[in-house]
């Protein structure tokens, strides 16, 4: 394969390194995507590797789309084995749809989502008799999620927290722990920890899948965990062929659990690695780029680069006041508004700390006339319908999933009301076993169901029917049925505007037509069900929107050719919660770094003395962001 003229020196070796592992420490919009294509469409035409015997991982769905586009474009005609590049979560899905009934669990689990557990917390906290203003659901999945990720288990969880309702968290945490292996079910962290699990006590799983996959690349390395770290470890265990790309400098996921001490001592986990240094920007001009390197180095935990540019010094930064949060927000849109007649094609993103102050932007857009599209909105897959189907689609092929029937055994409305669902849910406690088992016997019951026998016999008979096509029917097909027989539309039209109920009807078409296409891509029920469980927000973003409105850290990976930095006052960005903490504030000087460097031609960034508060004190004063020092 012949490099294209304008690959640089750093890249070229990078793109040339052998065996062995590897770090290519790549700066922000120093071509580390270009790196990992190339390298991998190198390892395959020069004949060190075939293709199926590469893996390449990283964090989004986009990202890993575009990669496999851009190796399909170096590598030519489509070939009859082609690398595997994918998410970390999926590539774990990958091996425990194969080998995980060596855990004790079958082949078909489920994949709860965060809403999924949310309805499982909100449940266990009802039974343990906690109000959930006691304890937050999204607070204890938090806590649960951290230990997990330290491997810290429920029984130690005491031993490791000392927080004044550690006990009761520890309780949970084992309760959540036993009704998802009841329901057959992992949560997100569960598919990295399983997968981990397999290839620790299943020696001859590791050898298969590490002697099988003989490079691995990595994007996006800092943003990686313990878990991430410890499946790269063994599966690199014989042949050390570990080329990750990553920037400590944009390691701003902490609180998911990455570990920017992974690619810190990236030497010391893998003697005899090659440090790689991609220095050059292509995306920002000088100006932009000299004011993201001034914030960010002012931290200690950092490799070091030298960022620099042959791009143009471009505009200065502009920095605006704003006498208060609503006189910013006309200041920005009427900015965008100008840009926008002169250059309709530019791309331009509204980023700010925390989702609350997309409101006023979003308001004088809207009045402006501005279109606009917002990440953190409901995404496809999150919607109401969407969910509602796909849990339909999930109790056929995996009876034991609670959480799904709970979602649907009354949706749309079938006379089961709250007082027979926690008559199930007291069934299947006793006897220890899924809500559908319990639901299957009080159907044959009438004595003991009572009024509710009659609704719950018909809803045990579409179950039964469904189930009995699922080896047959497409998942397509299926959802079709669960439409018809369920009535779906006609709850709609009872319960929305017309306007609203054919909104939700099209995006339910449209879950439909995704399932067809998936089993015209030869892909089984799972793997469709897979991919909508390990959707993102970010997978469904408009690339083609002029104006977009998102948080800092929803933007990584992305950018603009105008960015507007809002919001940069102190308390905001860096947040509140940061500013008793050093390694707190390295990472928000990080976060507004990569915020910076989303920008190639102008950055604006915006504050006000004066925000409105929640509460009875209207407006509380504000003070410049540090950041803008």
């Known amino acids: 394969m012949e490099f294209p003229v304008d690959l640089n020196p750093q890249q070229r070796i990078a793109v040339d390194h052998g065996t062995g592992p590897a770090l290519v420490l790549a700066g922000a919009g120093s071509g580390k995507t270009r790196v990992i294509t190339y390298r991998i469409a190198r390892l395959i035409q020069t004949g060190a590797c075939r293709p199926e015997n590469i893996l390449a991982v990283t964090f989004t769905n986009k990202a890993a789309d575009e990669m496999r586009e851009r190796v399909h474009a170096l590598l030519g005609p489509r070939r009859s084995a082609e690398p595997h590049i994918s998410t970390f979560h999926s590539f774990c899905v990958r091996l425990l749809r194969r080998d995980i009934h060596l855990l004790g669990y079958r082949r078909d689990f489920s994949i709860y989502d965060a809403d999924d557990q949310k309805r499982l917390m909100k449940q266990l906290l009802k039974e343990a008799g906690l109000s959930e203003s006691e304890l937050a659901p999204r607070e204890a999945i938090g806590r649960i999620s951290y230990a997990k990720n330290h491997r810290i288990p429920a029984h130690q969880y005491c031993a490791h927290f000392k927080a004044a309702n550690s006990e009761e968290t520890a309780e949970l945490y084992r309760k959540y722990e036993s009704r998802l292996r009841q329901s057959n079910a992992l949560d997100f962290d569960d598919l990295l920890l399983k997968a981990v699990e397999l290839l620790e006590q299943h020696p001859d799983r590791r050898d298969h899948y590490g002697n099988w996959y003989r490079f691995i690349l990595v994007d996006e390395y800092q943003d990686t965990n313990r878990p991430q770290y410890e499946i790269l470890r063994l599966l690199t265990s014989h042949h050390k062929n570990l080329f990750v790309v990553g920037d400590e400098d944009q390691s701003i996921y902490r609180f998911r659990g990455a570990d920017i001490q992974n690619i810190l001592r990236f030497e010391k986990d893998f003697p005899g690695a090659r440090i790689i240094k991609l220095e050059q920007n292509y995306r920002s001009t000088d100006n932009i780029l000299r004011v993201a390197s001034a914030v960010v180095a002012n931290n200690q935990e950092r490799k070091g680069k030298v960022l620099w540019t042959r791009n143009p010094s471009g505009d200065v930064v502009t920095c605006h006041t704003g006498r208060s949060a609503r006189s910013e927000a006309y200041w920005v849109c009427n900015r965008i508004e100008e840009i926008l007649d002169e250059e309709p094609g530019t791309r331009i993103a509204i980023l700010y700390r925390a989702n609350f102050l997309s409101r006023n932007f979003e308001e004088v857009l809207r009045e402006l006339r501005v279109p606009y599209a917002v990440v953190g909105s409901v995404a496809f897959f999150g919607r109401m319908e969407v969910k509602d189907m796909l849990a339909y689609l999930r109790i056929i092929f995996n009876p034991e999933d609670d959480v799904a029937l709970l979602r649907i055994i009354n949706t749309p409305p079938r006379a089961i009301g709250p007082t027979t669902v926690e008559l199930l849910a007291k069934m299947a406690a006793e006897r220890g076993c899924p809500l559908s088992a319990a639901l299957a016997d009080l159907s044959r019951d009438p004595a003991r169901a009572g009024r509710a026998h009659r609704a719950l016999a018909a809803f045990q008979s579409l179950l039964d029917r469904w189930a009995s096509l699922r080896d047959t029917a497409s998942p397509a097909e ?34 439909v037509r995704a399932a067809l296409e998936s089993g015209q891509r030869g892909e089984t029920v799972f793997e469709f069900l897979d991919r909508a469980s390990l959707a993102s927000e970010i997978d469904s973003l408009d690339t083609a929107a002029r104006v977009v409105l998102m948080t800092v850290h929803s933007a990584k990976g992305l950018e603009f050719d105008v960015v507007f930095l809002v919001g940069l006052e102190e308390g905001l960005f860096p947040h ?54």
């Open 576 to 629: 509140a919660l940061s500013l008793d903490s050093a390694r707190d504030l390295e990472e928000e000087r990080r976060l507004c770094y990569v915020a910076i460097t989303r920008a190639r031609r102008k950055l604006f960034v915006t504050w006000t003395p004066m925000r409105r508060a929640i509460g009875p004190e209207g407006f509380v004063p504000a003070s410049p962001s540090r950041f803008l020092d």
């Open 478 to 511: 299926l959802l079709r049925d669960i439409v018809r027989d369920t009535r779906y539309r006609e709850m709609l039209e009872r319960q929305e505007s017309r306007e609203e109920a054919e909104s939700r009807m099209a995006n339910v078409e449209e879950l």
